[in-house]
């Protein structure tokens, strides 16, 4: 059965400007912009003003389940950016080793992690981050690294292929648990503190 109209809104932040153009969006922030292209998805997407606040509407009419489904995905990747634009994103990594100490070396000003010593292997095993994306050493905690952006996609992307380099191969991973794991997601800029 297909429902006539569904909608879901979005307030937009005072500090934060969203542009909608043919499904478009784009997002200016603090922290820079965003720009994501939602035209796959067949929904209404319009600015409208909401007791004087500027607000992102998502309409559906006359939707079948998957198409209804559209509305919380588009306001999902919206807010999404907009917490990028402002708050960032931040991907805690712990190196995880029983004998062979993992070694790191963070080169182009964070942009290149290679990774050596990985179960007393000789291979350098090297991950370049995505656009956006830089990774850094934790310095209060031994053996953790940081990878930050404003682009969520982007970040966790980037923390995958780090864990994605590292896996064991060709032994029983119950006994051989060395890799690097995410360990922790948040923010890098948190109003709280």
């Known amino acids: 059965m297909r429902q006539i109209y569904n909608t879901r809104e979005l307030a937009i932040p005072d500090d934060v400007e969203v542009d909608i153009k043919s499904k478009v969006v784009t997002v200016k922030g603090p922290r820079g912009t965003l720009t994501r292209d939602l035209s796959h998805l067949q929904v209404d997407l319009y600015k409208t003003e909401v007791d004087g606040k500027s607000t992102i509407k998502v ?36 190196l995880v080793y029983a004998h062979f100490p993992i070694n790191i070396t963070i080169e182009d000003a964070g942009k290149v992690i290679e990774i050596r010593n990985f ?10 981050m995505l656009e956006g994306v830089t ?15 404003n682009d969520i996609e982007l970040v966790s992307r980037s923390a995958a292929h780090v864990h994605q380099s590292c896996l064991v191969r060709a032994k029983d991973i119950r006994k051989f648990l060395d890799g690097i794991y995410v360990n922790g997601k948040g923010h890098i800029y948190n109003p709280e503190d």
Request: glycine content about 10%; proline content about 0%.
């Open 119 to 128: 179960l007393g292997e000789r291979r350098v095993r090297t991950v370049n």
């Open 135 to 149: 990774i850094n050493k934790d310095k209060s905690v031994k053996d953790q690294l940081l990878i930050e952006g």
């Open 59 to 94: 309409d559906v009419w006359y939707g079948t389940s998957k198409r209804l489904a559209g509305t919380r995905t588009v306001v999902s990747h919206i807010s999404n950016m907009i917490l990028g634009v402002t708050r960032g994103y931040k991907y805690s990594m712990r």
